[in-house]
């Protein structure tokens, strides 16, 4: 299989071809080292059974490494360039493994229904500009995912794994704690990219777990969470007062939760979170602003 795997010149002969130049809106950094990818596929911890949802295959590097090592591939592609090219890569490099992939020609952050089987494993180099975004919306659209491997820019993987507490604690890092255990994986040069982006990547592990025991839904414990971190140097009284219609009912909501008042958001787990949803108003609209 490794001799499948494709390196610079080939991703610079499809590209040439295809008149692709890599664009810095959809954020769209290829990689092109070939120990990069069986890295990645290995550390994904994929067996035969899985089936896996790869997100942004570009000119199929990763996509080859992964049809090899599980039964199923489903690649979701923005770029329709890209996407009607990978089916020729796939079988001109590997033809035994065609079978094994799906192609949807749809943006991520959106995609609904997926076809065939359930999807198991979620494996993929995410644009650095929409890597959170297209996590949280797989993990939730997607309750089939049980674990996955990511790669982003090393800053949002920092923020994304990063315990309550620490100074990059957030909302990214609390909706991604709702859905599944996360943790740092490694780092990825930059060299290894065509173009060279400005910053290093990271990869992120995770293994779904059952959401917070509680009444509330991930809508309302979400609603807690953007108020509390929009005023982050806010005591939790204060910044949920708008959520919760005065300081004082805040007050009164986090005292009900088992919250100190004068805590701040960046000091709390999701599961205080959903204590305080499940405490909340619960009339009238939450103001859900993700998924």
Same mark, same amino acid.
């Given at each position: 299989?490794?001799?499948?795997?494709?390196?610079?010149?080939? !991703?610079?002969?499809?590209?040439?071809?295809?008149? !692709?130049?890599?664009?810095?809106?959809?954020?769209?950094?290829?990689?092109?080292?070939?120990?990069? *990818?069986?890295?990645?596929?290995? @550390?994904?911890?994929?067996?035969?059974?899985?089936? $896996?949802?790869? *997100?942004?295959?570009?000119?199929?590097?990763?996509?080859?490494?992964?049809?090899?090592?599980?039964?199923?591939?489903?690649? *979701?592609?923005?770029?329709?360039?890209?996407?009607?090219?990978?089916?020729?890569?796939?079988?001109?490099?590997?033809?035994?493994?065609?079978?094994?992939?799906?192609?949807?020609?749809?943006?991520?952050?959106?995609?609904?229904?997926?076809?065939?089987?359930?999807?198991?494993?979620? $494996?993929?180099?995410?644009?650095?500009?929409?890597? $959170?975004?297209?996590?949280?919306?797989?993990?939730?659209?997607?309750?089939?995912?049980?674990?996955?491997?990511?790669?982003?820019?090393?800053?949002?993987?920092?923020?994304?794994?990063?315990?309550?507490?620490?100074?990059?604690?957030?909302?990214?890092?609390?909706?991604?704690?709702?859905?599944?255990?996360? #943790?740092?994986?490694?780092?990825?040069?930059?060299? *290894?990219?065509?173009?060279?982006?400005?910053?290093?990547?990271? @990869?992120?592990?995770?293994?779904?777990?059952?959401?917070?025991?509680?009444?509330?839904?991930?809508?309302?414990?979400?609603? $807690?969470?953007?108020?509390?971190?929009?005023?982050?140097?806010?005591?939790?009284?204060?910044?949920?007062?708008?959520?919760?219609?005065?300081?004082?009912?805040?007050?009164? !909501? @986090?005292?009900?939760?088992?919250?100190?008042? #004068?805590?701040?958001?960046?000091?709390?787990?999701?599961?205080?979170?959903?204590?305080?949803?499940?405490?909340?108003?619960?009339?009238?609209?939450?103001?859900?602003?993700?998924?």
């Amino acid at each position: 299989m490794d001799s499948a795997l494709l390196g610079p010149a080939e !991703i610079r002969e499809i590209a040439g071809r295809l008149g !692709i130049r890599p664009s810095k809106r959809l954020g769209q950094n290829f990689v092109t080292d070939a120990g990069t *990818v069986r890295r990645i596929v290995a @550390l994904a911890g994929l067996s035969p059974s899985d089936a $896996v949802l790869e *997100v942004g295959p570009g000119f199929g590097s990763l996509t080859l490494g992964l049809l090899g090592a599980a039964r199923r591939v489903v690649a *979701v592609e923005l770029d329709p360039v890209l996407a009607a090219e990978l089916p020729c890569t796939v079988a001109s490099r590997a033809p035994a493994l065609v079978a094994r992939l799906e192609l949807v020609t749809a943006d991520a952050a959106r995609v609904g229904d997926l076809p065939g089987e359930p999807l198991t494993a979620l $494996v993929a180099n995410l644009p650095y500009n929409a890597a $959170v975004p297209v996590v949280l919306h797989l993990l939730a659209t997607v309750p089939s995912l049980r674990h996955g491997l990511v790669m982003v820019q090393a800053e949002v993987a920092d923020r994304m794994t990063a315990p309550p507490g620490s100074r990059i604690y957030g909302v990214p890092s609390v909706k991604l704690a709702w859905f599944a255990r996360a #943790r740092r994986a490694g780092p990825v040069p930059r060299t *290894v990219f065509w173009p060279v982006p400005n910053v290093d990547s990271g @990869l992120v592990a995770f293994t779904r777990h059952d959401p917070p025991a509680g009444g509330a839904t991930r809508a309302e414990v979400f609603a $807690v969470v953007d108020a509390a971190f929009s005023q982050r140097r806010k005591t939790l009284r204060a910044a949920l007062a708008s959520w919760a219609g005065s300081p004082a009912a805040a007050e009164r !909501i @986090l005292r009900d939760a088992g919250v100190d008042p #004068r805590a701040r958001g960046e000091s709390l787990g999701v599961a205080e979170f959903a204590r305080i949803a499940e405490a909340g108003p619960r009339a009238g609209g939450w103001g859900w602003s993700g998924p």
